[in-house]
């Protein structure tokens, strides 16, 4: 296996993952208006239930628009303000016993995160899809020739390579600046040693095999 194979594969490695990056970050901004239009309408009916009239009528129409409009840069702002990781999120995780849900008090709790979570929905899209769209472009401004020498020297060794071999075989490196970029590299290990040193995973390896078609070396600490 030689450094211009590598290199090559890698190359193409490196561009899927700014695409996929790329599509993922269409797919927010596609989704977005979907999620603002979903709480908006909520916002509204709930708006137009809670100032119901009296004799049963529903509240002033203009006057909830109104509000639900003045509603939409809040939820943009109250995106930034409010902790990404949230109650109902843990709940979400930890499963909801019976007795949580037949319990009025918490039964509140949770429709209010639940009501926070669609209404923030929109903003968040909007966050993960910049973030897709800036993760693309890191991967497209990727130093490949310099992860590739890296990921080949790797892949050609039974054991792991310490950074002080990287230094002495690959002397033209700058390793400060390409670490960086080999650890958002997924399937490169960074492994304390002693020495401490580049690993490969085996998954990575296994990609590497099938798109080459050669037999790579299991990493060995």
């Known amino acids: 296996m030689n450094f ?3 290199k090559t594969w890698f190359e193409g490695w490196a561009n899927k993952q700014a695409g996929r990056c790329r599509l993922m970050g269409i797919l927010g901004l596609l989704l ?3 999620a603002l239009a979903v709480a908006l309408t909520l916002v509204y ?3 137009r239930l809670l100032t119901h009239k ?3 009528d529903l ?3 203009t006057m909830s628009f109104w509000i639900t409009a003045a509603v939409l840069p809040v939820m943009f702002v109250g995106n930034r303000l409010v902790p990404r990781r949230n109650l109902m999120e843990e709940r979400m995780e930890q499963g909801v016993s019976v007795a949580y849900a037949h319990s009025t008090a918490n039964r509140g709790v949770v429709l209010a995160h ?4 669609i209404l923030f929905t929109g903003p968040r899209l909007l966050d993960w899809a910049i973030h897709s769209f800036r993760e693309s472009a890191r991967w497209k401004q990727t130093d490949t020739h310099s992860c ?3 990921i080949w020297m790797v892949a050609t060794r039974p054991r792991k390579v310490s950074f002080e071999d990287i230094r002495r075989e690959l002397d033209w490196l700058d390793l400060e600046a390409t670490l960086p970029q080999l650890k958002r590299i997924p399937g490169v290990l960074f492994l304390k040693g002693p020495p401490p040193g580049v690993g490969l995973t085996q998954e990575f390896r296994s990609a590497m095999r099938s798109d ?3 037999a790579i070396t299991a990493p060995a600490e």
């Open 4 to 6: 211009e194979t590598v």
């Open 32 to 34: 977005m208006p979907i």
């Open 45 to 47: 009916w709930l708006l």
């Open 54 to 56: 009296p004799s049963g």
């Open 59 to 61: 509240g002033d129409p």
């Open 114 to 117: 639940v009501f926070l979570w």
């Open 148 to 150: 590739a020498a890296v």
């Open 212 to 214: 080459l078609g050669l």
